[in-house]
Structures are given as C-alpha cells and as structure tokens.
C-alpha cells in the first residue's frame, strides 16, 4: 500500500499486529517498514541545545488550557521535581493526549536525556491518570524517546549549535525552522505542547 487507509471514525476499533494494523477503514501493512531507532542526544548536546529549546516557553506553544497550574508547574521544575510535575499535569486539558501530558512528555525527554546529572527516578507513568494513547506516550518518553519529528528537531538543533557551526549557517537554520515547523503541526496542539516542555526544562541545564 502506497500510502495509509483513510483515519478511521473516533472510537472504532483498531487492531494492532507484529506486521499490520487493521482498522475499520483498512489495513497497513508493516512488513515493509524500516526500524525507527531514534537518536539520543547527549548531556553535552543537551548543553549546547538548551538556548535554542528555550524559545518554546512562549505563549505560541503553551496550551491555553493549563495555564492554571503554570506557577506551581514552575516551582516544581525549579526543584526539578518531575512527581509533583505528573500530577499537576497528568490528564489536564483536552485532546486524545491531553495537553497536559503533552507538555509533561517534553519534561520526561529531556529528563530521560539529562540523566544521571540531575535525577534519580523517573515518576511512575505506568499508572498515569489520562488516556491509554497518552499513557503509552509517557511510557516512552521515559525511556528518551518520542515521535521521528522530535528526534529529527534536536539533530537540527546539534547541527545548528554543535562544534564547527559558526551560528550563522543559513541553511542549518532553514533546517531547524522546518523541523520545529513539522513537530508544531502534530496534532491540534500536542506537538507544541511537547515542544513547550521542553522549553520550560532547560533550565535543568543551567
């Protein structure tokens, strides 16, 4: 199949295989599809990387319906105290993954990346209070890794801030711009809020 079945209706049922996911719609077939092993970047690109992931803490990522929780959300990531952060976040705002998780999946990566500097265990997402999509999210982000765009964002930014790069590079910039630009169009708003908690963790770098 030269591209996926049309999305089937919310709350149909969709079965998942080793080598193919049927929907209502159709079947996709995964036999064909190469192994996504995503690139990790290291505490010494995370260092490098935190001024350009600092400029998603901005009113053009952060979802409108979290605000609430914002001040205390930034205590908790001042202590670096990722448990306070899932519970305050966990579940919150709309979406199939709610915004809330989505902004807590972007603390988890580059909790995951920044590992063993700044944390001891991760919070316990197995248990998380949101959807099963999301919960599955979580689980993964704990262990560092995310969606092909996210990955493909951070080697964009390693290029554009890594050894070498004068930060002047035009192209390397284009390239980050388009990357940031693929991650912000997931979904209604679950890429920037991913890209929003990102943001807010780098100050772990200081």
Same mark, same amino acid.
């Given at each position: 199949?030269?591209?996926?079945?049309?999305?089937?209706?919310?709350?149909?049922?969709?079965?998942?295989y080793p080598q193919e996911i049927?929907?209502?719609?159709?079947?996709?077939?995964?036999?064909?599809?190469?192994?996504?092993?995503?690139?990790?970047?290291?505490?010494?690109?995370?260092?490098l990387i935190a001024p350009l992931?600092?400029?998603? @803490?901005? %009113?053009?990522?952060?979802?409108?319906?979290?605000? *609430?929780?914002?001040? #205390?959300?930034?205590?908790? !990531? &001042?202590?670096?105290?990722?448990?306070?952060?899932q519970r305050l976040l966990e579940?919150?705002?709309?979406?199939?993954?709610?915004?809330?998780?989505?902004?807590?999946?972007?603390?988890?990566?580059?909790?995951?990346?920044?590992?063993?500097?700044?944390?001891?265990?991760?919070?316990?997402?197995?248990?998380?209070?949101?959807?099963?999509?999301?919960?599955?999210?979580?689980?993964?982000?704990?262990?560092?890794?995310?969606?092909?765009?996210?990955?493909?964002? @951070?080697? %964009?930014?390693?290029?554009?801030?890594?050894?070498? *790069?004068?930060?002047? #590079?035009?192209?390397?910039? !284009? &390239?980050?711009?388009?990357?940031?630009?693929?991650?912000?169009?997931?979904?209604?708003?679950?890429?920037?809020?991913?890209?929003?908690?990102?943001?807010?963790?780098?100050?772990?770098?200081?």
């Amino acid at each position: 199949m030269s591209a996926p079945p049309p999305h089937p209706s919310e709350g149909s049922q969709v079965t998942i295989y080793p080598q193919e996911i049927k929907t209502v719609s159709g079947v996709i077939n995964l036999s064909a599809s190469e192994r996504f092993i995503p690139n990790q970047p290291t505490q010494t690109d995370l260092k490098l990387i935190a001024p350009l992931l600092a400029r998603f @803490i901005s %009113a053009d990522y952060f979802p409108d319906d979290i605000q *609430s929780v914002v001040p #205390d959300l930034n205590l908790a !990531i &001042e202590q670096r105290d990722l448990n306070s952060a899932q519970r305050l976040l966990e579940g919150r705002g709309g979406g199939l993954t709610p915004s809330g998780d989505d902004v807590l999946a972007g603390l988890l990566l580059y909790a995951a990346w920044a590992r063993p500097a700044f944390f001891g265990n991760h919070p316990n997402v197995e248990c998380a209070k949101t959807t099963d999509l999301s919960r599955a999210f979580l689980k993964w982000a704990v262990r560092g890794k995310s969606i092909a765009p996210v990955h493909n964002m @951070i080697t %964009a930014c390693k290029r554009v801030a890594g050894p070498g *790069s004068d930060g002047n #590079d035009q192209i390397k910039h !284009i &390239e980050l711009n388009t990357a940031i630009r693929a991650v912000s169009s997931v979904g209604h708003s679950s890429g920037r809020g991913l890209l929003a908690g990102l943001g807010l963790a780098t100050q772990w770098s200081v």
